[in-house]
């Protein structure tokens, strides 16, 4: 978080008031990466098919997989609300 509200030059505060929290600010960037990814491999053949596919894991890297660091930092905050 320290990064993104660095990146973005707001606050936490502002970050979460405009987001309404961290499982907010991951659903809106799934649904972004969804968004670039399907528009990524809006192709016309199977050869364009697996060239978007080889462009998109070129260009994006091995960062892991979003979804599931999502899973892992959605289920570290919904136990730190159920925590006593």
């Not at 929290?21 to 991951?26: F, M």
């Not at 990524?40 to 994006?60: I, K, Q, T």
Request: charged share 30%; proline share 1%; hydrophobic share 40%.
């Amino acid at each position: 978080m320290d990064r993104l509200t660095a990146a973005a030059d707001v606050s936490s505060r502002t970050l979460y008031k405009h987001l309404g929290g961290k499982t907010a600010l991951i659903m809106a960037t799934l649904d972004h990466r969804r968004d670039r990814f399907f528009q990524a491999l809006d192709v016309d053949s199977v050869d364009g098919l697996f060239f978007a596919l080889s462009e998109w894991s070129r260009s994006e890297g091995a960062r892991g997989c979003y979804f599931l660091r999502a899973i892992a930092d959605a289920g570290s905050e919904r136990r730190a609300k159920s925590s006593p």
